[in-house]
C-alpha cells in the first residue's frame, strides 16, 4: 500500500502536487466567501479549453528536440491573419471560424517551416533564438497592421481610413461560436461544450500522430539524433515537421483563442503568448527534451484553474489584481526550475 | 585594399546601422540643434547600462539579460532614498551605496542560478529578469502599505496599498548631471556624467589587465581548459555576474536622476533589451564585446531611436511606423545576433567532430 502511495506520487511529481493542494485550499476558501465555485470553474473550463490549444503546440518541439517552442508567436500571427480574413469579410458563425482556421492552417505552415530552416541552422539554441524571432514577428507585424490593406471599417480607425485598429471585438461574427456549440448547464456549472470537444479533437489527433510511424521516428530524432543518423532518419526534416506541427497548433490556437475570448488584441497583444504555454506543460510534467500529451492537458488545467481561481478569491482577501503577478511568478519560475534542472545535454 | 576589406568585414553591424542612421536623418529633417541635445542627453543616460555588459560576454556568459535585477536594486535604493528624503550630489551617492549590497547579492542568486544552466544562460538569465520583475510587483504593489507599514504621501497613496506608479525624484533629479555643465547651442552637456562614463570605460579596461580579468577571459574562452589550469570557473562566473549587477544598478541609478521620475513598475521592464540591443549594434557579439563597441552602439541605437518616428512620418506618412520600426530593430538585431553566434558555433563543433574523425 505505502510503495503503491509511493508510486502514485512519484508519478504525480511534487510541483503537481503543490499546485493541486493550493488550488484545493483556494476553492475551499471561496465556498466561504460569498464567490460562487461553480462560477468560477466555468470560467476555469472556458480558459482551459481557450488556452489548451497552445500548450498542445509545445508537445511537437518538444519531442522533436527543438526545445520549449518560445517562437509560439510565429504561429500565433498565423492565426491573427485569418481570424483578420475571416472578419474583413464579416462572415458569422462556423462559417467565419472555418475561413479563419482554412487560412491560418496554410500560413502556419508556411511561417512553420521557415522558421524551422532557422531553428534547423541554430540547433542548441532554439530556445533563446526562437523567443527574440517570436518579439521580431510580433513587432514587425506592428508595422504591416498599420499599413495592412483592410478596409472593413469594423476594422480600421475612424479617421484616416487606414490602419487596424489594436482591439477588435469578435462579438457581431463568430465570437463564441464554438464555446456556445452544445453548451449546458449542470448544477450552476456552464459547460461550453464546443470548446472543450474541439480541444479534445486536437489533443487526440497530436496523440495519435506521435504513435504513428512518423511520429516516433521524429521523437526518436529529438531523444538521441546520432541514433537517428544511424538509423537513416533524416534530423532535419523530422524538426521541420515537429516545428510545422507546433506552428499550425500555435495559428490553430489563436483562432480558438479569439473567438472564446471574443476580442482579438492585436500591435504588442501576442508579445509574451508563449510564456504561459511553456510554463503550462512544465507544471504539467514534461522537461525540455520530453512531453506527453497529458504534460499538456494536466498542466493547462492546474495552470488555467490556479490563475481563474487565485484572482478573485484573494481580491476578497487584499485589494487590487493580485492575478497578473501571480501568472507572472508562477509561469517564470516554473520555468527557470525547468532550466536549470540537469538534462544531459546543454541546450538553451 | 585588403585593409578596408577586412574592415567593413569586421565592422559590418555597425556599418550597416549608421547607414540607415544616415538615411533617418535625412529623411527626418529635424534641426542640428535637436538632433545633437538629444543624443547627448541619451548618451549621458545610457552609457553605464551598456557598459554593464561587457564583463559577462569576456566570462563567456553571454548578454546578460539579468541586469534587469541590477536595475531593481538600483531602483529599491531610489525608492527607499526619496522616502527618506535624500538629496543633491551627496544623497546620489548614497543611494548609490544603499544599491550596491544588494546589487551584490541579488547578482550572487543569480550567478549561482546560471551555474546551475550552464549553455542556456541567455535564456535563464532572461527568464530570471521576468521573475525577479513579478518579485518586485509582489513587494511594491501588495506587501508594502499592507504587510510592509509604509507610510509617506510622496509615495503611497494611504487608501490602497502599494506604491504610487510614478515617483517624482525631485530632489536628486540632474544631481549628477547639473555640477558642470557646458553650454554649447541649446544643449547643456553633463562633464561629470561623461567623466565617470570614461572613468567606468578605463576601470574595465584596466579591469581585464589584473590576474582576476585574466582569469575571466580564461574561462570565457575554454570553461574545462580554464578549470583545468586551476582557476575556479564556477566562482569566476558568479563574480562576473556580480560586476555586472552592480554596474546595473550604478547605470539604472544615473538613468533615473536624469529623468527625473520613477515609473515603478516599468522603468526596469525594457532595460535589458535595449541594452543588449545598444551593445549589438556596435559589433559586439554573444562571445566579443569591448568598451568601443558598447559606446559606439549606444549612439547609434539612440541616434536611430530619435529620428526614426519623423523618418516614418517623412517615408510612410505616419509617426507610429518609425515607433515600431525601432523596437523591431532592437528586437530584430538581437535575434540576428543569436541566430549568427549559434550557427557559428554549431559549424565550429561540426569541424571540429569531422576533425576528431579524420584523425
Known sequence: MKDRLIKIYHGFGLPRLIISVFLLALIIVAAGTDLSVPGLLSDSLVRIGQNGIYVLAMIPSIQAGAGLNFGLPVGVIAGMVGVLVSMENSLMGFGGFLVALLVAIPLGTIAGYLYSLLLNRVAGQEMMVGTYVGFSVVAGMCIFWLMAPFSNPALIWPVGGQGLRVTLTLVDTFGGTLNNFLAFQIFGLTVPTGLLLFYALLAFLLWLFLRSKPGVAMEVVGRNPRFAVASGLNINSYRSVGIVLSTVLAAIGYVVYAQSFGFAQLYNGPLMTAFPAVAAVLIGGASTREAKVVNAIIGVILFQTLLTVAMPVTNQLVEGNISEIARVIVSNGMILYALTRVTGGEQA | MSHVKKFVARNAVPILFAIVCLLGVYYAKMPGQFLFMEIVKRMARNSFLVLSLIIPVVAGMGLNFGIVLGALAGQIALILSTHWEWAGIGGLALTALLATPMAVVFGMLAGTVLNKAKGREMITSMVMGFFANGIYQFVFLFLVGTVIPFENEALRISTSPGLRNTV????????????????????????????????????????????????????????????????????????????????????QIIFLQNIGTLNTYNSHEQVGTFAIAALLIGGASVTRATIGQALMGTFLFHLLFVVSPSAGQAIFGSAQVGEYFRVFVAYGIIAISLALHAWRSKSLVKASMEEDVSA
Open chain 2, 168 to 251: 517624482n525624484l525631485s530632489r536628486i533629479r540632474g544631481a549628477l548631471d547639473n555640477i558642470w555643465t557646458i553650454q554649447y547651442g541649446f544643449t547643456k552637456i553633463p562633464i561629470v556624467t561623461f567623466l565617470i562614463i570614461a572613468l567606468l570605460a578605463i576601470a574595465i579596461w584596466a579591469f581585464f589587465k589584473t590576474k582576476l580579468g585574466q582569469d575571466f577571459r580564461a574561462v570565457g574562452q575554454d570553461r574545462h581548459i580554464a578549470g583545468v589550469a586551476g582557476i575556479q570557473t564556477d566562482r569566476n562566473r558568479v563574480l562576473a555576474i556580480v560586476f555586472s549587477t552592480v554596474l546595473a544598478a550604478w547605470g
